[in-house]
């Protein structure tokens, strides 16, 4: 068992696929050279050599054409969108043809691509930077989506994405990269599909993925302190959606909320509790409820976008709700005191400009 | 060139004519859905290209690709099948008029985003060179997609890589209904790949011998040299972009003008006038032709509609 990096795990997963099987290449925007924005593909092109890891134009919409092209005629790509961001512009690629290929042909076409893309807040990277598309991508019959929390995760999951003869959408998250975690020495895979219970408790059950696993860990951390012991669930794969294994928690603990890092609206919290009221909802006893960003464009600001992104005390504070144990109107109390906060600065610039006028005045007075 | 080749070429283009002019009766009559996207006029350019390939070679083209997928070697049974949307089409009832797909003719669909054809074939380029074999990947698309990004990060790419991918531009002069001039800043439009330093040439699309000409010189650079071309054929649609067309954007002296140029009876006269065929074998084809779509059709008529299971399976492998 090592201890190593979740950019490691997935860059030891990329080797050792890559060694295993010929027919797998890897395209993407400075990912050879440059060695990756992220380093996940660092030394891959001094081992696998030009013809297997290629750097590519600034062209998204050709690279994971490219790929589907020679997925189309039997080989495995792996394409890297530097950002999920820049997904967007591939997304004729990726929903009008990688999840179609198959169907509309009637079956005679696989399309065995993984499309792997950072995404995430909490960088001060703005609103076309932070952006989170797992429910874009969920929502088309077709595609996989999985997103790895841990290094352990990272690793198998990307060697089944790979080894599976469906495009599957991969979802690391910026904030990861360097977080650590034990991966096994020998030979393992994560199966897409299963989710996983990080930390099993009786109370309540936190369903979350990606880098809100670690923070609804830290809440469950915290929670215990107070004699409430939280299931914590990480998804992992996202489509498909193992709902069984959130059924059978929400049977042992009756309450659950989701935390996730995506806008509330059709989002990954939308699926998960439309699932469990559909199939659990005689073991409810308490609505579910959500943990999200707050459903606004990121901004650069770093006091408001660590204030717009679910943390810690967001997540405690809702399972204490949900519990039935005190709980607070988060937002509802910064609100009222910024609009104090507000008032202040308001009536301070008032009376700046006021002095101005003044002095302006007397100026043309004299 | 040899006379039963050029027979055949004569053969495959009536093929295309009369299987798309039933195709748009019976769409007429409701027995096909959906749009329906006719070849009419431009049959030369689709036989000149395919009859120059290899069997292997492969062939991507876009949603008006009746022509081609007849062409690359499906039979119209299949072909008219689909369009019935019966189980089996060629795609088995899930694709339709625009996504006819055989991949064991390489014939590889049949796309309906303008322009999107480009990058797959250009990643079948890239695999052709990655698995080192001597192929070459034909690909088909419009006017409409000069102007669309896929065609240039397209071309760029393949130039920038050096990929075995012929870009065949089918120039019918209209994007649905609006002329090339209104939508393209340099109307030639084998200008607009002419920067990414690939060879380019425009040729008469109506004229097969042209066509015929140029795409074997083309095909054979492509897979001598591993390097992209781009070949713009100025065609013709005599038809309406879809069924459903008003007209409005072009008038009916235009269309008679281009008829007077018809591909199909332009080559009867020159097959006549060279003592490659008589008036009898050029009737005797169009007989033969005729029971080909009327086998077809029936064909169609007659087989299964897809099962309700059916609708669950293929979407993952």
Known sequence: MAVMMYRQALNLALREEMRRDPDIFIIGEDIAQYQGAYRVTEGLLQEFGEKRVLDTPISEEAIVGVGNGAAMLGLRPVVEMMTVNFSLLAMDQIVNHSSKLRYMSGGQIKIPLTIRAPQGAGMQLGAQHSQNFESWFMHIPGLKVVAPATPYDAKGLLKSAIRDDNPVIFLEHEMLYTTKGEVPDEEYTVPIGKADIKREGRDVTIITYLRMTAVSLAAAHALATEGIEAEVIDLRSLRPMDTEMLVESLKKTHRAIVVEEDWPMCGVGAEVIARLQEAAFDYFDAPITRVTLEDVPMPYSKNLERSAIPNEEKIANAVRCVVGRECRDIRGKMLEEARQTREELEEEEEEEQEVTNVRHHNAQDE | ?317
């Open chain 2, 1 to 317: 060139m040899d006379k039963n080749e050029l027979i055949e070429m004569y053969h495959q283009m009536v093929l295309i004519r009369k299987f798309e002019e039933r195709a748009g009766e019976l769409y007429k009559m409701g027995k096909i859905g959906g749009f329906l996207h006719l070849y009419i006029g431009q049959e030369a350019v689709a036989v000149g290209f395919i009859s120059s390939l290899k069997p292997d070679d492969y062939v991507i083209s876009a949603y008006r690709e009746h022509g081609q997928a007849l062409t690359k070697g499906i039979e119209p049974r299949r072909v008219m099948a689909e369009l019935y949307g019966k189980r089996t089409g060629v795609s088995h009832g899930k694709g339709g008029s625009m996504h006819m797909f055989d991949v064991e003719k390489h014939f590889m669909g049949g796309d309906g985003i303008v322009g999107s054809g480009m990058p797959l074939a250009t990643g079948m380029g890239f695999a052709i060179n990655y698995r080192e074999t001597d192929q070459v990947c034909l690909c088909f698309f419009g006017d409409g997609a000069v102007n669309e990004g896929a065609f240039h990060e397209s071309l760029n790419l393949a130039s920038l890589w050096n990929l075995p991918v012929l870009y065949v531009c089918e120039n019918n002069l209209y994007g649905m209904g609006t002329a090339v001039d209104r939508a393209s800043s340099i109307p030639e439009l084998f200008r607009r790949a002419q920067c990414y330093d690939l060879e380019v040439e425009s040729i008469d699309g109506m004229d097969l011998l042209a066509v015929k000409e140029a795409a074997e010189r083309g095909i054979r650079l492509v897979r001598r040299d591993k390097r992209p071309r781009f070949i713009e054929a100025v065609t013709y649609r005599y038809r309406g972009h879809s069924i459903a067309d008003p007209g409005t954007y072009r008038t009916k002296e235009e269309i008679q003008e281009w008829e007077k140029r018809d591909p199909i009876s332009k080559f009867a006269n020159y097959l006549l006038k060279e003592n490659l065929a008589t008036q009898g074998d050029v009737d005797s084809i169009d007989a033969e032709i005729t029971e080909i779509i009327d086998d077809a059709v029936s064909y169609a008529e007659e087989s299964h509609e897809p099962t309700f299971d059916e609708l669950f399976e293929n979407v993952y492998a």
